[in-house]
Nanobody
Framework: QVQLVESGGGLVQAGGSLRLSCAAS????????MGWYRQPPGKQRELVAA???????KYADSVKGRFTISRDNAKNTVYLQMNSLKPEDTAVYYC?????????????WGQGTQITVSS
């Protein structure tokens, strides 16, 4: 089993920045990819960004050029730097991890952290 603990959510004004962190513990040797999903109010959960152990990245079109995902394999931690935030980025953000490439299948979820972007 793998446990994921997130930190860094909160309230920010449009145009501002936030950084999310997610630390994995437990059977981390089984993880290939880590990343972030989000679920806006009344909508389905969607992939925001994912990164493999080797550093290959994937982003949702809506965040390209504004969000940056990174990973510290020594610390089993993934980060999401979010710049130029927009009100439509408001959502619960979930850390995710899995054995498959770029989170094709998610095996583990974090508890979620709320991000609210005010206009």
């Amino acid at each position: 089993q793998v446990q994921l603990v997130e930190s860094g959510g909160g309230l920010v004004q449009a145009g501002g920045s936030l950084r999310l962190s997610c630390a994995a513990s437990g059977s981390v040797f089984s993880i290939n990819s880590m990343g972030w999903y989000r679920q806006p109010p009344g909508k389905q959960r969607e992939l925001v960004a994912a990164i493999t152990e080797g550093g290959i990245k994937k982003y949702a079109d809506s965040v390209k050029g504004r969000f940056t995902i990174s990973r510290d394999n020594a610390k089993n931690t993934v980060y999401l730097q979010m710049n130029s935030l927009k009100p439509e980025d408001t959502a619960v953000y979930y850390c995710a991890a899995g054995r498959s490439w770029l989170l094709g299948v998610v095996d583990y979820w974090g508890q979620g952290t709320q991000i609210t972007v005010s206009s």
